[in-house]
């Protein structure tokens, strides 16, 4: 139990304590990918403690303001501060927990960080592959560079061509057509 | 193989949403052009600009999507995974392989179309290679040689010359199409090795064989799989949209390419 609870917070610890420069873009995603995989392959694990590992480290590199904001759109301004406090919450708790149940499907897969890709100058994505069963999936991470801190975090995922984001957006902005925000809210 | 997946995967799903029409807030803000706005325009202009999809049968859509959804969870599903119990997984990555290497007309003849004259030898070699090495496609050599595949079909060469997807539309069994791919399918079935439009090198010879050969492919498929449509479904506030605009956006990444 101790044991864990040392894992955890060492890794917790870790990740909090680096900015991502640009140059280390690559090097930190390798890394990264590596600490998961051996988390999920590690038998010993609770699934539980897994989860909470596998949330510390992508916390780091993940925006998940950022996230909310741009799957609402326009609508954003439309929230209260209550309303987007609850739904950055909430939206969190559920892309941690798609990501995380994806992870669990393709555990004994193997990822390959490929190239890096410099869109424009705060826009980087990261180009990689999972070699499944039987085919292999492209992943690509996008950063974007936050503008006073010069940290960069990753705002979208796209898997085989489907920005998660974007896909959001498209439910999101056709649900409040027709329904209030607190539903939205609520049904997260 | 990438384009596969999806469409198997998504053999698909529910929906119902009753949409009662209440009018969009309007957005009485005013945009001061601070710092913070250009940022955000930044990103709004990055997600805005991909195009809305069309969906003018949208009604039969959702309700095509609830029939597939019935068929996936209580016949596709339960079979595969009484197949994946039976069959070890080696074995079903090889009938997998064997099936990927029989879409080898499909995949050579639609790299030539769109002029990608080194990936149609790319794959050429592939089928060789795994046709005598790979014992009949069951392993694929190739791939841990390096040759790598390059899948095409015949809805990604029209959109290559630029055939917009047309309207979107949900097959029975097959899932989330649109009118170019769903056209475009039977250029594909008539060069595949694995249906019956009376070419000598096809395996099935009529049309119940065809539907066992297809089953097999499927099921086969999918026993690969298990658990991701669940997964993707459970993710998604509205599948029959979540399906729909992941289709879409599959589909013009792979033409992209």
């Known amino acids: 139990m101790l044991k864990k609870f040392i894992l955890i917070y060492s890794m917790l610890a870790l990740t909090l304590l680096f900015a991502i420069s640009e140059p280390q873009i690559k090097s930190v995603m390798g890394q990264k990918v590596q600490e998961i995989t051996t988390l999920l392959q590690d038998k010993s694990l609770e699934k539980e403690s897994k989860q909470n590992s596998v949330y510390a480290i992508i916390d780091s590199i993940f925006d998940y303001r950022i996230m909310s904001k741009v799957s609402l759109g326009k609508q954003w301004k439309n929230f209260t501060e209550k309303q987007k406090e609850e739904f950055i919450a909430k939206y969190e708790y559920k892309l941690k927990a798609s990501y995380f149940d994806k992870l669990e499907l393709y555990t004994d897969e193997k990822v390959l960080i490929k190239e890096i890709e410099k869109v424009k100058s705060n826009r980087i994505k990261v180009h990689s592959d999972i070699i499944g069963k039987d ?11 936050a503008k006073e801190s010069s940290n960069w975090l990753i705002y979208d995922v ?15 902005s056709e649900f409040l057509r027709s329904k209030s925000i607190d539903k939205l809210i609520e049904s997260l | 193989m990438k384009q596969t997946v999806l469409i198997v995967l998504t053999i698909l799903l529910l929906s119902a949403c009753s949409h009662k029409n209440i009018h969009p807030r309007t957005a009485t803000e005013k945009s001061s052009l601070s710092q913070e706005d250009s940022f955000d325009d930044e990103f709004e202009s990055e997600f805005e600009t991909t195009k809305e999809v069309s969906d003018p049968l949208i009604g039969y859509n959702r309700a095509m999507t609830s029939f597939n959804d019935t068929i996936y969870i209580y016949a596709y599903n339960p079979i595969s995974k009484g197949y994946a119990f039976l069959v070890p997984e080696l074995g079903r990555i090889g009938i997998s392989n064997f099936f990927d290497n029989l879409k080898f007309p499909i995949n050579f003849s639609n790299n030539i179309l769109q002029l990608k004259f080194d990936h149609s030898i790319k794959e050429l070699g592939r089928f060789m290679i795994n046709s005598t090495v790979g014992i009949l496609g069951f ?17 990604q060469t029209l959109g290559y010359y630029g055939v917009g997807s047309g309207f979107h539309i949900v097959l029975p069994f097959l899932g989330p199409s649109n009118l170019r791919d769903a056209l475009s399918l039977s250029a594909d079935v008539a060069l595949s090795p694995i249906s019956y439009t009376g070419q000598e090198y096809q395996i099935p010879r009529n049309f119940e064989e065809t539907m066992a050969v297809q089953t097999a492919y499927y099921v086969n498929k999918n026993s690969l799989h298990l658990g991701e449509y669940e997964s993707l479904k459970k993710d998604a506030l509205d599948y029959y949209l979540f399906f729909r605009d992941a289709y879409e956006q599959k589909r013009d990444r792979e033409i992209e390419k």
């Open chain 1, 135 to 145: 085919d292999t999936y492209e992943i690509i991470y996008k950063f974007y560079k």
């Open chain 1, 158 to 172: 796209e898997i085989t061509g489907v920005s998660i984001i974007q896909t959001y957006r498209k439910q999101f």
């Open chain 2, 139 to 155: 392993i694929d050599v190739a791939s841990y040689l390096g040759v790598e595949p390059h899948e095409e079909d015949f809805g």
